[in-house]
T-cell receptor, first 116, second 115 residues
């Protein structure tokens, strides 16, 4: 397996533009997670899905952020409109289930987003 | 509520010396515990985990961690540090009795190994 795949790896956009980040989880994994990492706030869990259903989106910073998982092999994180404070590295991770919950998570390489 | 603490923002050690990166946790039930490493401009990589059984867990790159239930700790250790071990290390926990909850990650500890 190729691991968790994220695209694009780098994105530079201007304030107000829509940004879409993409993730392909490891085949067979039941859980998918979106994280954001910044120097100031560290690693933050934004949202996670179980069997394509959003379970907890309490980490999504505001309504400008939305995430979807239309099928088991694809998820998107969208920011509309983007703001400079959204600049961060966004990670996607996937996990198989064990004992009723997610287990060891496998992380993608991340998307470095810069909003000018 | 689940939580995990990494009390040190940074750990400095000389190459060849033993290293310890500390982690303590709080869960209401029994924990699943994990260590991850992040090299610059990379995603997090799994190092090792504790589920059950032997309290001393061995993982990748010569790292090991000891689960101590009475002290609610899961410190990461390595007998002899390498310069290439310099990275950001994350401890994570999940309460196995909290079905469906995500891993809780610590804020990370930067390990710096000098030559």
């Amino acid at each position: 397996d190729a691991g968790v795949i994220q695209s694009p790896r780098h994105e530079v956009t201007e304030m107000g533009q829509e940004v879409t980040l993409r993730c392909k989880p490891i085949s067979g994994h039941d859980y998918l997670f979106w994280y954001r990492q910044t120097m100031m706030r560290g690693l933050e869990l934004l949202i996670y899905f179980n069997n394509n259903v959003p379970i907890d989106d309490s980490g999504m910073p505001e309504d400008r952020f939305s995430a979807k998982m239309p099928n088991a092999s694809f998820s998107t994180l969208k920011i509309q409109p983007s703001e400079p404070r959204d600049s961060a590295v966004y990670f996607c991770a996937s996990s198989f289930a064990l004992a009723g919950g997610p287990h060891e998570q496998f992380f993608g390489p991340g998307t470095r987003l810069t909003v000018l | 509520a689940q939580s995990v603490a990494q009390p040190e923002d940074q750990v400095n050690v000389a190459e060849g010396n033993p290293l310890t990166v500390k982690c303590t946790y709080s869960v209401s039930g029994n924990p699943y515990l994990f260590w991850y490493v992040q090299y610059p401009n990379r995603g997090l990589q799994f190092l090792l985990k504790y589920i059950t059984g032997d309290n001393l867990v061995k993982g990748s790159y010569g790292f090991e961690a000891e689960f101590n239930k009475s002290q609610t700790s899961f410190h990461l250790k390595k007998p002899s540090a390498l310069v290439s071990d310099s990275a950001l290390y994350f401890c994570a926990v999940r309460d196995i009795n909290q079905a469906g909850t995500a891993l809780i990650f610590g804020k990370g500890t930067t390990l710096s190994v000098s030559s």
